[in-house]
């Protein structure tokens, strides 16, 4: 069983910057893909971005390239979501979920708000 922590989330002027963290326990990442989603009230959860673990490639949704970037700290178990230039539209609750290539998004963290004001 793997347990997702976040942390980081918080009210921030629309431009600022948020670090999101990701923290597993039970396991490792390795062989997981560790992805990025949010839902914002009254909306569907979209994705955000993701990586793989090993070899860390990443991917991102259309409306946070080049504003976001998802890293990883091996050492720490650590899945970051470094978040700048944030917009208003980019608040949400935002949540990370891991899982294999085979299960999918099979574990997910309690999500952390970020709020963005204009």
């Known amino acids: 069983q793997v347990q997702l922590v976040e942390s980081g989330g918080g009210l921030v002027q629309a431009g600022g910057s948020l670090r999101l963290s990701c923290a597993a326990s039970?396991?490792?990442?390795?062989?997981?893909?560790v992805g990025w989603f949010r839902q914002a009230p009254g909306k569907e959860r979209e994705f955000v971005a993701r990586?793989?673990?090993?070899?860390?490639?990443?991917l991102y949704a259309d409306s946070v390239k080049g504003r976001f970037t998802a890293s990883r700290d091996n050492a720490k178990n650590t899945v970051y979501l470094q978040m700048n230039s944030l917009k208003p539209e980019d608040t949400a609750v935002y949540y990370c979920?891991?899982?294999?290539?085979?299960?999918?998004?099979?574990?997910w963290g309690q999500g952390t708000q970020v709020t963005v004001s204009s």
């Open positions: 979920a891991a899982g294999s290539v085979y299960d999918g998004y099979r574990y």
């Open positions: 039970g396991r490792t990442f390795s062989r997981y893909i």
């Open positions: 990586i793989i673990w090993d070899g860390g490639s990443t």
